[in-house]
């Protein structure tokens, strides 16, 4: 079993800054993948960045790219999004989510352990 945390969301302007944080705990040391992922009211859950545990290979949706970016501590098991130049359309609850086996790094469905999110404001 493995446990995420996620922390770091609250209420920004547009064109500023947040770090989320994602704590992996528990059978940590199995996992092979962290993803981001959000939802917004009404839509449904998409992927926005995911890094591989082994390598630290990256990847980001492109409405993010260059302009948000996850990092790993392995030391630590956590897993951190560093979100700049945010816009109104980011405003949504971001989860963070693990597993053992994630092949498909931008399915939801990859994902065995999920965090409760939190929430992202961008205030235009």
């Known amino acids: 079993q493995v446990q995420v945390v996620e922390s770091g969301g609250g209420l920004v302007q547009a064109g500023g800054s947040l770090r989320l944080t994602c704590a992996a705990s528990g059978r940590a040391f199995s996992i092979n993948a962290i993803g981001w992922f959000r939802q917004a009211p009404g839509k449904e859950r998409e992927f926005v960045a995911g890094i591989r545990w082994s390598g630290g290979t990256t990847y980001y949706a492109d409405s993010v790219k260059g302009r948000f970016t996850i990092s790993r501590d392995n030391a630590k098991n956590t897993v951190y999004l560093q979100m700049n130049s945010l816009k109104s359309e980011d405003t949504a609850v971001y989860y963070c989510?693990?597993?053992?086996?994630?092949?498909?790094?931008?399915?939801?469905?990859?994902?065995?352990?999920w965090g409760q999110g939190t929430q992202v404001t961008v205030s235009s």
């Open positions: 989510a693990t597993g053992l086996s994630v092949v498909f790094i931008t399915a939801p469905s990859s994902y065995n352990y």
